[in-house]
């Protein structure tokens, strides 16, 4: 009785040391790539992403957003589109896309914003030329705690298109966000 007890015991501290061994292996960032944006684009998430729509008050003109996003090591990656009103002039689309970083810089209560040019790649390769888009890098706080996010925003056709790490400084790496945004494909 003692000997099966004894088994049964060694048994199950086996099974809890595989339990902690595989809890210690499992990654902060499990990536994988995915459709956004109605399969206009491509882009890696480092977890499993969720997808919520809401409105979204841009100056004159609101419009419906689909939210694709996935948090990870304590800060969230996301990819956001909503289509623009039908025959907007290119100086409407413009507005539209500056509104929206404005909000982003807005709601981060921005301390510093950085800005430049990025190019989204195609998925099919150097063979096609990519899309020149702006990136900013806004340093804010939120929830009275430093963050800082990394985002592109872009006009592709008639969507209007946000893609962006944010976190607070101490859980968003650089390279991680970098990883997030390079990793964005046109399909």
Known sequence: ???????????????????????????????????VADGALRVAFPGKPDTQTRELPLGEHPMTFQLTAAEAGGA???VGHGRMPAGM????????????EQSLSANLQAARTERRTAVVRHAA??????????????QGEAGEQAVWLLAQV???????VEVAAIGPQAKLS????RTFLDSLRLQ
Do not use: S
């Open 1 to 35: 009785m003692n000997e099966r007890k004894c088994n049964f015991m060694c048994r199950l501290a086996w099974l809890a040391l595989a339990a902690l061994a595989l809890a210690a292996c499992t990654p902060t960032y499990n990536w994988r790539e995915m459709p």
């Open 76 to 78: 969230v990656y996301a």
């Open 89 to 100: 002039a290119p100086d409407q689309r413009a507005a539209l896309r500056e509104a929206l």
């Open 125 to 138: 390769g150097a063979a096609r030329p990519g899309l020149t888009v702006d990136e900013i890098e806004i």
């Open 154 to 160: 872009f006009v592709l056709g008639d969507r209007l």
């Open 174 to 177: 650089r390279e991680t966000a």
